[in-house]
């Protein structure tokens, strides 16, 4: 048993907080202010290689796709100063470019994957519709062949990144009947003729984080674009969404952990009573409690990719990880909000940021409801 | 061409603090860093290669933990790096740290057979011991030329190279020179990148850091680490705390005196 | 040489692991232990309360015949035609060292055009110069300044040499040093003689300035040593009669491996508050963006950076990027003047690790008095004009 990290891996961290700290750290009240990603961070992320994380450098990415302790913990890290970025750049990675390294076939593979392991293009994964999501069951959204080309018609919602995607992984009913076994998985150019972003949501958390609905009338996408086989879009998918499951615990994972330390420093500034806030036991028992909880989040979290390298069924593991970070997020930012006390509330500190980011994961890849 | 970049591990200063009640240093938690000024060595090391060609070689001589330092340029794009280690070197001066370097580049450059014609670069100082001496004595011991504070650097036909170097606070004296030359940089002088992803992957996974200790480099012992040093450190103390609290009293004119009496003292003004 | 550890004395108190500014040692099976880190500085050996910890020293053998060296240089240096006044500081500081060790002061120019002033340098203490006049000398050549100076150090033997630590004289001082295998000690803050063995001790801050280094160079001579502007005072107590000793040289730029090709006067850059020596800060009690023009004034005295409160950048008083606090700029001058800050937590976490605080404010009570180093109480529209008044004062004297 090894609970060590390899050098790589600590130098990994160590550059993405710096990263995350100078760059990404004194935008994101703006960027959530405004609910847009910066331009100018994008452009730095699409350098330092996060869109590409877990592909190998053939296809213009990193070169992690065997290593997704470190994709994790990239992850972390974005989250830990800004959870829509890692959003962004976690969906991105983990349900659409990961699957089509994964499950595409070469000449999908050179044509896809290289433009957004680059950053040149966005990915999205839609799955969920109005009566559809995490019963993926439900897709109405549908496909009819015609020719060597089959045709899209239907709407998705709340697709994290849709509105700024150049390629989409689409779930789509190819048969007649509502079916698992009628679903398959197409890989869709978003300048396909037919396709437009519908509403872009207002949200609570995440706000710089792109949530869209997706309108498909009459999509022409050639036979060629379907990933992994006809039909075979169910069982496909829930692998796609076990490895999303460990990217949210991850971004989870990192928000908590930002909370833990947003709240260990104020506890050290703040004077109340004439001593340090952190000083007293009350807050020590909830510094204690989180980090106890982000611990606990991050042992999980690092076990399922870990199981995940090692080719085990991390399927049970990535849940639990997801579960038990998303709910130590929610914990660590109600707490951190309440040390903070009524400047907790105030834009000034990031906690505020923090306590409104940290329910999404709650809901996102399958809700742990 | 061959770039030579010396690099140094450092304590991270500007996090050191002195416990108040007890009077001592703080060094819990205070992390290495690569030298703040080496890390634009290396950027213009770097750019140069992208520039004109070449290989881009980190030095440093430090502890093993100091491999860390040589793994982080080796992400930003340095072709090769060697750690100079030998619990010999230890406690060394810098004059015996300057006889090191130029051993190991003296050795490196005989080793590939080629023309003399290579580049070293050094930032200014380091934040531990802001000495500013390595760059200087390096060259000496090398005996090419020497530029040192370099706002900019470039190279033109005939070995030629022209740099800018900051001279007093608003002057800048543009000089010529021609290669080998040793620079020293300062911090305007770029924006270190910071290594992505793929470039930590491939600095773990395709490049290595070659560990070289005083018999490597055929060092006299006599002339290395504290024996080949001039200088001693007789006494390392904590500095007296240069002032308390103090409520300045009386008139305007009598408090604004006292304090500017006071800041004088202090060496702030 | 090497520090020694008896395991029986030491109780593992960990003194020593505090002490220890590189990480050079750990307790491992309930004794100290030396470290790949150590650096030998002996930090440890004088905080171990039960003297556990010996620095072995090897018998100093000396590398040269130390008693040929006598005398103390100070190396002038010049711009446009005047000599740097940190050489006038020098030559304070080196008339008290030389009359201790009891034996002369010189001043070395290389330079052309100075044969006026050279008699002058007595009344600053000097009892000698010596002038090695070339046109070429106008300009700073680094490797011509080695050359002629090791020339004449090794045909003359000073015992001590002090430089001033501009850009010029951290140029050529580690390569003089180099080539005559002398030690070399940078911004040296206190120097002080060991009368029996005529060692120079050298204090300097290091570690960020966290610590505090004597340095000494016991087997070797000269003892070289460069000082910051400023440290030392000149004096003009003791007036020599100078004698004066002028080299001349026919020097040309071929002498030289560099060339000089212009000389560009730079503008000053933009704020760079993180790096500001002096910051001047204004608050709401400074009232508008008219009230401003006072701390900037006093900014400009000091050659000082301008900053702000938060509220003072939101009501568009100052510039945004000028700001400190927890939303702006954390800040870790040696001086910041906190004129109308009350110190809000959010300021206090940005401007803290300042190493002197002043404040100035009307509220006696405000939070900033807690943290600041000298207090003014009272009203900053009447303090901060005397102050910027007595600071061009200071500031024209020195």
């Known amino acids: 048993m090894d609970f060590g990290l390899t050098e790589k891996q600590i130098m990994i961290r160590k550059i993405t907080r710096e990263f995350a700290e100078k760059h990404i750290a004194p935008v994101a009240e703006e960027s959530d202010r405004v609910s847009e990603l910066d331009p100018n961070v994008m452009e730095k992320m699409k350098e330092m290689n996060y869109f590409g994380t877990c592909i190998p450098e053939e296809y213009g990415g990193a070169g992690l796709h065997n290593d997704t302790i470190a994709f994790a913990i990239c992850t972390e890290e974005i989250g830990r100063v ?72 239907g709407s998705k919602i709340f697709a994290t990144n849709g509105g700024i995607a150049g390629t989409l992984l689409v779930v789509a009913k190819s048969g007649e009947i509502n079916s698992r076994k009628q679903l398959t998985i197409f890989i869709v150019d978003t300048d396909t003729p037919g396709y437009s972003v519908g509403v872009k949501e207002d949200k609570l958390g995440v706000r710089a984080s792109n949530t869209s609905e997706l309108v498909f009338q009459d999509v022409r996408v050639p036979e060629e674009n379907i990933l992994g086989g006809l039909s075979n879009g169910f069982r496909l998918g829930l692998q796609i969404l076990d490895f999303g499951r460990i990217t949210i615990a991850a971004q989870c994972l990192g928000l908590a952990q930002g909370c833990l330390e947003a709240s260990v420093k104020y506890s050290n500034e703040r004077e109340q009573f004439g001593t340090k806030i952190g000083k007293f036991q009350g807050i020590q028992w909830k510094i204690a409690d989180m980090t106890t909880d982000v611990e606990s989040a991050r042992l999980l979290t690092y076990k399922a990719a870990w199981m995940c390298d090692q080719k085990m069924d991390y399927g049970l593991s990535g849940s639990m990880a997801k579960l038990v970070a998303s709910e130590a997020a929610m ?20 906690v505020e940021r923090f306590f409104r980011d940290a329910k999404m994961g709650e809901y996102a890849v399958v809700s742990a409801a | 061409m061959k770039v030579f970049v010396c690099i140094k591990q450092v304590p991270g200063v500007s996090e050191v603090k002195i416990d108040p009640k007890t009077n ?246 | 040489m090497s520090i020694i550890i008896d395991s029986e004395q030491c109780t593992a108190c960990e003194s020593c692991i505090v002490a220890c500014p590189y990480g050079g040692i750990e307790i491992i099976e309930g004794s100290a ?15 171990c309360p039960v003297e556990a910890i010996t620095l072995e020293r090897t018998e100093y053998i000396d590398k040269v015949d130390k008693s040929q060296f006598k005398g103390v240089w100070v190396i002038a240096e010049h711009y446009g035609g005047e000599i740097h006044k940190v050489a006038y500081q020098l030559l304070g500081k080196g008339r008290q060292l030389a009359d201790i060790l009891k034996t002369d002061l010189t001043i070395v120019i290389l330079g052309t055009n100075f044969d006026q002033i050279l008699s002058s340098f007595g009344d600053y203490g000097a009892d000698r110069v010596i002038y090695v006049e070339s ?81 000494r160079t016991p087997i070797s001579r000269p003892q070289m040593a460069t000082v910051r502007p400023g440290i030392f005072k ?30 560009i006067k730079k503008q000053k850059t933009t ?127 020195d």
């Open chain 1, 82 to 153: 800004d959870a829509s970025w890692s959003i962004t750049t976690g969906v991105h990675c983990s349900v659409c470019t990961y699957p089509i390294y994964r499950f595409g076939n070469d000449e999908q593979k050179e044509k896809f994957l290289i433009p957004l392991a680059k950053g040149e293009k966005i990915g999205a994964f839609c799955l969920t519709e109005a009566n559809a999501g995490s019963d993926a069951g439900g897709v109405q959204l549908t496909a009819e062949k015609e020719g060597d080309e089959y045709i899209l018609n």
């Open chain 1, 331 to 350: 914990k660590a930012a109600h707490q951190a909000v309440q040390i903070h006390g009524g400047y907790g509330l105030m834009k000034a500190y990031p």
């Open chain 2, 24 to 269: 001592t240093l703080v060094r819990e938690g205070i992390p290495s860093i690569i030298n703040p000024h080496d890390k634009h060595a290396i950027e213009l090391g770097i750019s140069i290669k992208e520039e004109y060609g070449g290989e881009v070689i980190a030095l440093s001589m430090g502890p093993p933990q100091a491999e860390k330092a040589l793994r982080e340029v080796l992400s930003m794009g340095v072709d090769k790096a060697y750690l100079l280690t030998d619990r010999a070197f230890a406690g060394a001066d810098t004059l015996a740290t300057s006889h090191t370097l130029a051993l190991a580049i003296k050795k490196l450059l005989k080793e590939t057979n080629v023309e003399q014609k290579y580049i070293v670069i050094c930032g200014t100082q380091a934040i531990d011991g802001d000495t500013a001496q390595v760059g200087p004595e390096l060259a000496e011991e090398l005996n090419i030329p020497q530029i040192t504070y370099v706002l900019k650097f470039r190279l033109e036909e005939d070995d030629k190279v022209i740099v800018e170097r900051a001279f007093r606070t608003e002057e800048v004296v543009e000089i010529e020179t021609r290669l080998p030359v040793l620079v020293s940089v300062v911090k305007e002088i770029n924006v270190p990148r910071m290594p992505g992803v793929q470039g930590i992957v491939n600095a773990y996974q395709n490049k290595e850091v070659i560990y070289l200790n005083a018999d490597d480099i055929g060092a006299d012992k006599s002339e290395i680490g504290l024996n080949g040093s001039m200088t001693e450190v007789w006494k390392i103390f904590i500095p007296e705390k240069k002032v308390d609290h103090v409520v300045l009293t009386g008139t305007i004119d009598e408090m604004v005196r006292e304090l500017c009496i006071n800041l004088h003292d202090d060496k702030v003004i």
């Open chain 3, 33 to 47: 232990v030396i470290t790949p880190d150590c650096n030998l500085c002996g930090a440890c050996v004088d905080a």
């Open chain 3, 135 to 215: 046109k070429i000398l106008k300009h700073y050549y680094s490797d011509i300044y080695v050359n002629l100076l090791s020339d004449l150090v090794s045909e003359r033997k000073p015992e001590i040499i002090l430089i001033g630590a501009t850009p010029t004289g951290r140029d050529f001082a580690p390569r003089l040093a180099k080539r005559l295998n002398a030690g070399l000690t940078a911004d040296c803050t206190g120097l002080e003689i060991e009368e029996e063995t005529r060692n120079l001790r050298q204090t300097r801050p290091t570690f960020g300035g966290n610590l505090m280094a004597t340095i």
């Open chain 3, 234 to 263: 000149a004096s003009n107590e003791t007036k020599k009669k100078i004698k004066i000793i002028k080299i001349e040289k026919d020097l040309n730029e071929t002498d030289s491996v560099t060339k000089v090709l212009k000389v």
């Open chain 3, 271 to 397: 704020v760079n508050l993180e790096d500001a020596e002096i910051i001047v800060s204004g608050g709401r009690g400074v009232g508008s963006k008219e009230g401003f023009k006072i701390i900037k004034d006093l900014a400009d005295a000091l050659g000082a950076e301008l900053g702000g409160s938060r509220v003072t950048t939101e009501l568009n008083w100052v510039e945004p990027d000028r700001q400190v606090g927890q939303t702006g700029k954390t800040v870790s001058p040696k001086l910041y003047i906190a004129c109308g800050i009350s110190g809000a937590i959010q300021h206090l976490v940005g401007m803290q690790n300042s190493e002197i605080i002043v404040a100035i404010n009307r509220d006696k009570d405000a939070p900033i008095f807690g943290i600041a180093h000298y207090c003014l109480v009272g009203d900053l529209h009447e303090i901060v004009p005397i102050l910027t008044k007595e600071v061009r004062k200071i500031k024209s004297e």
